[in-house]
């Protein structure tokens, strides 16, 4: 029981790029794709996190763990903003979310993405 295989931080590795994500499949089909909360599927290069694999945006870490409040894993701050497909180097860490517990900015960024979806012209009629 528990955790067997995890991909580490310090790791270079990650879900393989020849791989596509149900995000990459639904992005294609037209729909609005965003990821909240843990990735932890690798990151040792921009074209392994979330906004290169499918996803419109990114709220949260790319680890496997972090602390609630601070946000920080083994001393580093691991708290993302990425806003856009293959944002790289313009994704922006989400330093307004220190101090704040995980959940509750999960749910903020949640409930925001769902309003905006539905009150935006461009994504109203969109899936």
Known sequence: TGINNWIPNQD??????KDKTIADLLLQNGYETHAIGKWHAGFYKW??????????????????????????????????????????EYCNPATEAYGTYSAQAFTTRAEEIITNHSTNSDTKNKP
């Open 47 to 88: 074209s392994f996190t979330p906004t290169y694999r499918g996803f419109k945006s990114f709220y949260g870490y790319y680890g496997g763990g972090e602390d609630y409040f601070t946000h920080k894993a083994g001393g580093y701050f691991d708290f993302h903003d990425d806003k856009g497909i293959n944002c790289s």
């Open 12 to 17: 270079s590795y990650g879900l393989p790029l």
